[in-house]
Each structure stands twice: as structure tokens, then as C-alpha cells.
């Protein structure tokens, strides 16, 4: 037997093209979109129902009726109790799961494709048919004032919660948890989440979204056989107004005793998905703070030590997107890392680099194949889409616009925003301890 050994490595060739999955799309008998895709292989498939569901529907006594609501569709309905729902879905081999977010409700199950059909049907029994019983609405306001307690204790939560309330103007829903205060939440009986139901949850507000392996199943018949009788009418959704930010340098103190790191969030307004940069906005993200070769984890985390990591990223939902870039660092360099951050973050305006842009537009474009190659992660990407408003495809006008992407443009996407109407400074840790070393980059706000 010869062995070789090889002096040089072999060549890499280069990536395949790849697009986002196409769907078929049809309707059911009441008239709700829904969408196949159809990826085979895929024996477990996701449906996935997304509605237009604007957090400023609720009323603003009521803030956090949204969440109990959709955490409570699935604790009995008018054909089962809480109990028998979940046996059925255990019977099924089904995944269930809630999400609200600033535009949208979505409601999920995760099933072996062999049984579809009854899975769905339970889907649409939680979303169509719920009973919101007294007893279960109240055992989830209890949950939820407990889980503002343990939120509250966590650094990150607080930081981001300061971020939202000095980043966003008052009267701007954003500003204020997406799942309400103590105050709002113990208001909530079940006579307020079933009217918030009915004026917010029916077909014509509803998209339905199936992937998976459609081979020998007619995913989109099982749909309209669960959803088509679907009857409820809800009122028309409300147009979100563009957000209201608070502009300018700011440093915000958060008050946490006995906190052994600080926790930092740094960030600013950014662009949402309809801006055409925001695919260029991306890479100069993944060039600054995206990624652990970012500029600013190799200065706080390689060469100075300050931190075990951060991360920056450009978000959005439907309208007005933020950039933040977070992380934690020791308690002793809050200040020295907080003026560093402020630096790279700065000096990024000033032009990113070819080789820079370059890695960050191959990392973007070659592991998207990866990102979507489980059906949940097609359902979840396209439900998010339309919870924003664009194209169900809008992963390949994305990519589009990162190959497009030079330094130039990255650098002009990043300047737009980052830095231009001033940077707020979070950081949630011991205030005795750092209160001086933030006091040197400016005036600070503290909260307790």
C-alpha cells in the first residue's frame, strides 16, 4: 500500500448557486393564503400560521394581552381540555409552539409528515377554536408576573429593556416590554383576552406556510380540510406608525448590585428590511462586530481581554429597524471597554476594506444553504417575511443584495446609520463600581 502526502491543499471549488426553496401557493375555502414548500427528504414538516397582529392593538392598560393570549389557545379548546390536547399531541409525535412578536402572532407544530393530518387539525383547533377558561387565563398571569421577576434579575434582559425605553420615544409601543408590566398584566381576566381574540385573530388576517417532504401528501388539501370552515372576523389591522427614536450620545447606568461583570448594549436607529441596504448593512455588520473575527472582538476580546465576547447586529421588524452591538465585560474595565467599543464603532465610518467586506460577503452567502436547510427554518423565515411585509422569497433578494455589496457600499450603509444621530450607551452592572469610569465619557443616567 503507497501513501501520498500532500504538500499543498486541495482547491475549494466554488459554491453551487442557490436559491430560496419556491412555494406553491393556493387558498383555503375562507380564503387564507397558504404556501407548500416542498422539500424532500424532510420527514418532519412545520406548519406554521402567521397573522397580522400589530402589538398597538392592544390597549395600553392591557399591554401584555397579546402573550397571554397566545400562550393560552392551546390550554383547552372547545372540543378538549388542556390535558387531553396535549396527549393528543404526544400521541402524534407533534411539536407545539407560540411566538408574538412586534407584528404578528405565529403558531406552529413541528410533525412526522405520516401524521399530518391530525397534527394540523389540532393546529387549527388551538388557533380557531379556543376556550380561554378563567382558570387557565389566571394561571398564566400568575406565570407571567413571576417570569417579570426572574427577567428583572438578569442583566441582559435589563439592559435591553433600558435600550428600548431610552432608544424609542413614549408614546413608540417598542419602548415598553412586548409582554407587559406588572400592572398591565394583572389587569387581564378572560373576558379581555377573548375580545382581544375576536378583534384580532381570523382568516383573512392569517397566512399558513407548510415545509417539509410533500411526497404522497397533499399538504395543502390537509390545510384547507382543517382551516377552510375558519369563519371569524376580525377587525381590520392597524397600520404601526414609523417608530420614534430618541436621538444623540446618551450613557445609561442600570444599578445591579453585586454584579461581578458589566453588561453592556450599545446601539442606535438602523434600517428595516425595506431599505435597499440593508443586505450591505449586513456585511458591514459581520465586518464590525458580527462574528468573533470582528473588529471589535479581536480588540476586547484578543487583545485587551475585557470580555469572552461580543456581538453587533442590524434588526428589524416591520417598520425601523436598531443596531446594537452587546456583550459582558469585567466590572474593572466597564469604562476602558466601553470607550473602546465607542472607538472601533466610530472608526468603522471612517471605510471598511475590500479583504474585509469580501470574507464577510462569502461567510453570508455560503452558509445560507445551511441556515435554511431544515423545514423549520424555511417555515420561521417565511413567516417572518410576511410578519415585515416582504416577498415570501425575500432571502434572495437579501443574498442579491449582499453580492452586490463593495466596500464602498458597505461603508456607506454603515455610516447611514451608525453613529450619524449619536449612540446610546446601556450598561447594567454595580453602580458604586463603575459610576466613576462612565463619568468620564460623559454625562450618566442612572436607574436603580
Known sequence: MSSQILTTPPAVAPPRPWTFPEATSTATRAGTPVHVFDRPGQYVATVRVTIAMPLIAEPRELEGVATIMSRTLDEGTELRSANEFAAALERHGAAYGVDVSSDALHVEI?????????????????????????????????????????????????????????????????????????????????????????????????????????????????????????????????????????????????????????????????????????????????????TITSRVDTVLREEKGYTYGTRSSFTAPRKGGIFTLGGSVRTEVTGAAVSEALRILLAARDGLTEREVGESKDNLIRTAPLRYEQADSIAQQVGSNIAAGVPLDFADTYLAQIAATTAATATEAYRRYVGTDGLLVVVVGEAKDVRGQLAELGDVTELS
Open 110 to 290: 413541528s410533525v412526522p409528515t405520516s401524521q399530518l393530518a391530525p397534527a394540523v387539525n389540532l393546529l387549527a383547533e388551538a388557533v380557531t377554536r379556543p376556550a380561554f377558561n378563567q382558570a387557565d387565563v389566571g394561571r398564566h398571569v400568575t406565570i407571567r408576573l413571576g417570569e417579570i421577576n426572574q427577567e428583572r434579575a438578569n442583566a441582559g434582559y435589563r439592559a435591553r429593556e433600558a435600550f428600548a425605553g431610552h432608544l424609542f420615544d413614549a408614546s413608540t409601543r417598542r419602548s415598553r416590554p412586548t409582554a407587559g408590566t406588572p400592572d398591565t398584566i394583572r389587569a387581564l381576566t378572560n373576558a379581555e383576552v377573548a375580545r382581544f381574540y375576536r378583534e384580532n385573530i381570523g382568516p383573512a388576517r392569517a397566512q399558513i406556510l407548510f415545509a417539509g417532504d410533500a411526497t404522497g401528501v397533499d399538504a395543502a388539501g390537509i390545510i384547507d380540510e382543517a382551516f377552510g370552515d375558519w369563519t371569524a372576523e376580525a377587525g381590520p389591522v392597524l397600520e404601526a406608525p414609523e417608530p420614534l427614536y430618541l436621538l444623540g450620545d446618551r450613557i445609561v447606568l442600570v444599578d445591579r448590585p453585586g454584579s461581578v461583570q458589566s453588561q453592556l448594549l450599545i446601539g442606535c436607529p438602523g434600517p428595516d428590511r425595506r431599505e435597499p441596504v440593508w443586505g450591505s448593512a449586513a456585511v458591514a455588520n459581520h465586518v464590525v462586530g458580527g
